[in-house]
């Protein structure tokens, strides 16, 4: 009887009902076929080109009963019946072949195999080439988990002159033939455990093949997606022999080559990458290659948002057709925004599915060991379903061009895939000893100053648009950190090594620095739960393997503070990897002064809002919500002997013992159906959590001794042994405590902080950050400058002459600094103190602006100015600040010659910044500014030569910028100046009020949709400013306003009656342009033009009156209103 392998249906899964039709038709056109007997007729070759087209067509599915018998009988048959001289039947039958194999799931029967393999060979070596890009792809089927029963084909196929070497070869003319070879041979060695593997040497012989495919450079012959795919087989075929065992890479020159294809594969396609690598990569401590090209800066997206939702597929029996290298998956509902390389801003991440990740649901957790250096605690890796192919919702490729995009994207990031794969495979492979000559190569150091950062692991995490890629390369670096604490116990940085080489000590120890840095930064990035999952997993282990002893203090601190929130997330898998995470913190060379710091931490993560873990409340918090006689008795109090309770201890026990919430995620796997409590895997590891706090900060724990005590009675009365076992570890580590601890000498408290007042806090932290402005590193100097920008806004110091003057001449130093960072922070800041400037300015007390230093003064409008003409992010905020310092300088300060020169220059910068094409955001601070200098009464406006050119900059931007917002922002600062002397002449006055009218003639002109949502706020603030200029005017200037309004005075009264209209839809009357306030500026500019002496023989007043009558007249008219306006009419 033939035995003959087929897929089936998962377990405990019903069977599918199998379409009526379906094996009926087969079974028909079976028959069909096997009735037929050979013949080289015309009609004969018809007849069997028709039925293996229907056979072809036929929709067949996995488990759709059809026989594997009946699949192998039928085409035995066809080959039988296809002479080898029918080229066109030959390549028809090769596609039955594939396409039957592949759809029904069959592996070839023995004796089957037999036959089908000769036929398949003897049709390469005799049919016209053109066919053999379809007989390739049958014989990919058929040798499909097949290659231990092709011992007696192997000489022919895999000899020094078989055929697969021969089509393989990079001599082959056709890239297809070529790449279907490879994946022949990649067919060829995937094994089925408990069979045997190939034969020696053939595994050695195709080893090299593979490695000679990776290391070959695309032809110009051969497009990207055939090359994707050859790059994919050969890593396929390579991962095969690795994971077969035959493999044993000894030899530093065969490893050395492997690696370096490994790492120029894992880039593949990488936006903004394209590293040279040398053929072989030689063991070495130290920083060997650096083969990174320039990366050009790219902007991130700004204001990316996080998915709403993540899609889960289900994973299916691996498909036949995927492992012979069809693969066509596409990727992209997973995928970053890459343009962004250069900054992790939040870009679009969706959750895809990351087969190389595995659920901590299903999971069983080690009894013994802290959980997460052991295997048992880093899933195992990528496998061969990580080639499977998954159909997807989102793989159809609706157009050309962003088709073809998306679908280049994906197979180069399954490329990527596969090389992290291989790479996984290649770790198990070899010792660990072996590897860690080659850490420098694939795990980050910190770069030296100027220099980019090498390419590594980390590069995929933080960078790789595909979730699926960036768990694979996080299941790496597990892999190479797991059982890495020997080798990373030479670290050591804990005093400056001034030296002229760099000690492997400190190299070890800036590359854990550097894994620390990466990797929370790739934790703020992610969005993906399974991808977020691998991430803590990876921390983990590289706390457990770390040697925070020998290191400077804060590595811990800042994964403290940033796993707290993931706590509460709604995936139970992250949940359970951040209570894994913090273990292995509170066990890693416990007691560690650091994290006992961090244990008397109040809770101040936000654990009680919105969380999906038990919240915490007051000192009895479980007690109330618990089940269960004992726990109701028990009398639970406060601990005693701490000012703050040990919230990590509380959070562990309302875990194990208390109910969940409903806001639980409905994902949470591993709770039994029905429970009432958290799913068992993060129950355990709270567990195992309290039982690291036992053991190593007994002095915290001991506490909450009665609280533990009910926890352990209420394990050892559950049903679930794990729980139980756990449940008495917990007591062991206690008992051991208790035993260790109470001796006479040993339970004296700690002492007690001192009590400090809060303003010596005050003090202390203003005194902190003046010193810490001063310091040499760039980073600490940016967050100072910003941190003084934030105090200087607080209502208690913002009045304090002394403090806002050191606070200045702080960050006027920062000005001067060669970061830009710490520039465009302390730009920022200096924004912030003028803005308090002109607070104070505004109290009744003038004893601020008397007491503030003129000196300083100058001093601020200098740096402000020399900033203006710094980079777009410096220089939004010192146009900000030189707006608000001219608004702030008194009469005894301007009528100073000192001051008028930089009054003068500090407006010319304001000007040329209005004009300059800078950023947006730079231009409406400009536009702003200009405002703030038009409200200050004691400046020559209107009669000071700058006064023309600012309001030309100004009319400019309000009828041309392409951005509303500065649009706006322009007309707005054209209504300021509150007497008509200050808008100069009357040919300014006349040219700003013909600006404003052609800037609401083109106010709905855009090309960018995005502007259109500014139309409406453009138009009522030009009508505002178009009705205070009335409201101003004088006799000279209305000839001038009626020629305009001759002209387009209907334009201008439909824009103003909408401006008054659209003040009565739903505003708040107390707004400063709600309908009420908008009409009553239309009657004062009436009242002003009706007050106006008019020249001899001018009929402008009449007009421009009887403009403003008609435009009220309308308006009340439409809205109901009956108001009169006899004392205008009669005039």
């Not at 087929?6 to 094996?23: H, L, T």
């Not at 100027?450 to 768990?471: E, W």
Request: charged share 20%; hydrophobic share 40%; glycine share 6%.
């Amino acid at each position: 009887m033939a035995a003959v392998q087929v897929g089936g249906s998962p377990k405990n899964e019903p069977a599918r009902e199998v379409p009526p039709d379906q094996s009926s038709a087969f079974r028909c056109l079976s028959a069909r076929l096997c009735a037929l007997r050979p013949d080289n007729s015309s009609s004969a070759r018809t007849e069997i080109h028709l039925l293996f087209d229907q056979l072809i067509s036929e929709n067949y599915s996995e488990g759709g009963g059809v026989a594997p018998e009946d699949v192998c009988t039928l085409l035995v048959q066809a080959c039988r019946l296809v002479p080898l001289n029918q080229n066109h039947l030959v390549s028809k039958v090769s596609q039955l072949i594939h396409h039957l194999l592949n759809r029904l799931q069959v592996i070839v029967d023995e004796q089957n195999l037999d036959f089908l393999l000769a036929y398949a060979i003897s049709a390469i070596q005799q049919c016209s080439s053109w066919t053999h890009m379809e007989i390739l792809q049958a014989l990919a089927a058929l040798v499909y988990c097949n290659g231990s029963k092709c011992q007696k084909y192997l000489p022919g196929l895999l000899g020094k002159s078989g055929i697969l070497m021969k089509l393989s070869d990079l001599a082959q003319p056709d890239p297809e033939v070529r790449r279907a070879a490879v994946h022949c041979m990649a067919n060829l060695c995937l094994s089925v455990p408990g069979q045997p593997y190939l034969e020696e040497p053939y595994p050695e012989i195709c080893f090299w093949a593979f490695l000679t495919a990776l290391q070959s450079p695309k032809s110009s012959d051969m497009d990207d997606i055939t090359f994707c795919m050859l790059l994919q087989n050969a890593l396929k075929g390579i991962q095969s022999l690795l994971n077969g065992g035959k493999m044993k890479l000894t030899q530093t020159e065969e490893l050395g080559a492997l690696l370096a294809v490994l790492k120029k594969s894992m880039f593949h396609g990488l936006p903004g990458l394209n590293i040279e690598l040398p053929t072989v990569l030689y063991p070495t401590p130290l920083p060997q290659y650096d083969g990174r090209p320039p990366v050009k800066p790219q902007q991130s997206e700004s204001g990316a948002s996080r998915p709403t939702a993540s899609r889960k597929k289900k994973s299916k029996v691996k498909s036949k057709k995927i492992q012979q290298g069809e693969e066509e998956e596409e990727e992209s509902s997973g995928e970053r925004e890459v343009a962004p390389v250069a900054g992790l801003g939040r870009e679009h991440l969706h959750e895809g599915d990351t087969p190389c990740s595995s659920s901590l649901g299903g999971q069983s957790l080690p009894v013994e060991g802290s959980g997460t250096a052991g295997k048992d605690r880093v899933p195992l890796p990528i496998r061969s379903a990580g080639w499977k192919r998954v159909s997807s919702s989102e793989s159809d490729y609706s157009d050309a061009e962003g088709g073809m995009q998306s679908k280049m994207r994906s197979y180069q990031a399954k490329v990527r895939q596969g090389a992290l794969a291989c790479f996984l495979s290649t770790i198990k492979s070899i010792e660990k000893k072996v590897l860690y000559g080659y850490w420098s190569a694939f795990v980050p150091d910190t770069p030296e100053l100027g220099s980019p950062q090498s390419v590594s692991l980390m590069t995929l995490t933080l960078k790789d648009p595909s979730p699926k890629t960036r768990a694979c390369a996080l299941q790496v670096l597990s892999a190479i950190l797991e059982g890495s604490k020997q080798f990373l116990s030479v670290a050591e940085d804990t005093s400056d090594h001034r030296r002229a080489f760099t000690p492997f000590s400190v190299m070890i120890a800036s590359s854990i620095r550097e894994l620390h840095r990466c990797l929370l930064l790739a934790l703020v990035a992610e969005s993906s739960s399974q991808t977020l999952t691998q991430i803590i997993k990876c921390l983990a282990n590289l706390v457990s393997n770390s040697p925070y002893n020998r290191l400077k203090l804060s590595l811990l601190t800042k994964v403290w503070n940033q796993i707290k929130p993931y706590i509460r997330h709604k995936d139970v898998n992250v949940r359970v990897s951040s209570l894994t995470l913090l273990g292995a913190i509170v066990s890693t060379h416990a007691p560690l002064p650091e994290v006992l710091l961090l244990l008397q931490q109040p809770c101040s993560s936000g654990l009680n809002s919105n969380s999906a873990t038990p919240h915490l409340g007051t000192p009895d918090w479980w007690k109330k919500a618990s089940s269960g006689p004992f726990l109701e008795e028990a009398s639970v109090s406060s601990p005693k002997g701490s000012s703050e309770p040990c919230w990590l201890i509380r959070l562990c026990i309302s875990t194990v013992v208390l109910p969940k919430e409903d806001s639980c995620s409905g994902s949470d796997a591993g709770s039994a159906a029905g429970s009432t409590y958290e799913p068992s895997p993060m129950r355990l590891e709270a567990l195992q959590v309290l039982a690291h706090l036992a053991r190593g900060y007994f002095s915290m724990t001991q506490v909450y001794l009665m609280e533990l005590g009910e926890v352990i009675c209420k394990c050892m009365g559950e049903a679930d042994p794990s729980i139980q076992l756990h449940g008495a570890k917990l007591l062991e580590e206690l008992g051991t405590g208790l035993i260790q601890q109470y001796k006479p000498d040993s339970t004296i408290a700690s002492g007690q902080r001192v009590p400090v007042t809060l303003s010596d806090k005050q003090i202390l932290c203003i005194t902190m950050l003046l010193g810490l402005n001063d310091s040499k590193n760039r980073l600490v100097k940016a967050a100072t400058s910003r941190a003084l920008g934030v105090y200087v806004l607080f209502p208690c110091l913002r009045q304090d002459v002394i403090f806002v003057a050191d606070t200045a001449n702080a960050i006027l130093m920062s000005l001067q600094d060669k970061s830009l960072n710490v520039r465009a922070k302390a730009a920022w800041s200096l924004g912030n103190l003028t803005d308090t400037l002109i607070v104070n300015m505004e109290t009744p007390d003038p004893s601020f602006q008397e007491e503030f230093s003129g000196l300083l003064l100058l001093k601020m409008l200098r740096s402000a100015i020399e900033a203006s003409r710094d980079k777009d992010k410096v220089k939004s905020n010192a146009v900000r600040a030189l707006g608000n310092l001219l608004h702030f300088l008194q009469p005894s300060h301007i009528e100073k010659p000192r001051f008028a020169e930089m009054i003068e220059e500090s407006i010319q910068a304001l000007i040329s910044t209005v004009l300059i094409e800078a950023a947006m955001k730079v231009r409406w601070n400009a536009c702003y500014a200009m405002g703030n200098v038009f409200k200050n009464p004691a400046l020559p406006l209107g009669t000071a030569p700058w006064t023309s050119q600012a309001y030309n900059a100004l009319t400019s931007v309000v009828t041309s910028c392409k951005n509303f917002k500065v649009r706006i922002r322009s007309a707005t600062a054209l209504s300021i100046p509150s007497k008509r002397e200050h808008y100069g002449s009357v040919d300014q006055y006349v040219q700003i009020w013909n600006a404003l009218v052609t800037a609401l003639q083109k106010s709905e002109d855009t090309t960018d949709f995005l502007e259109f949502k500014y139309c409406a706020s453009l138009r009522t603030q030009i009508c505002q400013a178009l009705i205070h200029l009335l409201s101003l005017a004088s006799a000279s200037d209305l000839p001038c306003i009626r020629e305009t309004l001759e002209l387009n005075g209907d334009m201008v009264q439909s824009f103003i009656l909408q401006f008054l209209k659209s003040g009565a839809e739903g505003e708040d009357p107390r707004a400063p342009h709600s309908s009420h306030g908008r009409d009553q500026l239309v009657r004062r500019a009436l009242e002003h033009v009706g007050s106006i002496q008019a020249l001899a023989g001018d009929t402008a007043r009449r007009a421009i009156m009887g403009f403003l009558e008609d435009i009220l007249t309308v308006y009340f008219d439409s809205s109901g209103s009956q108001i009169a306006l006899p004392e205008l009419t009669s005039r």
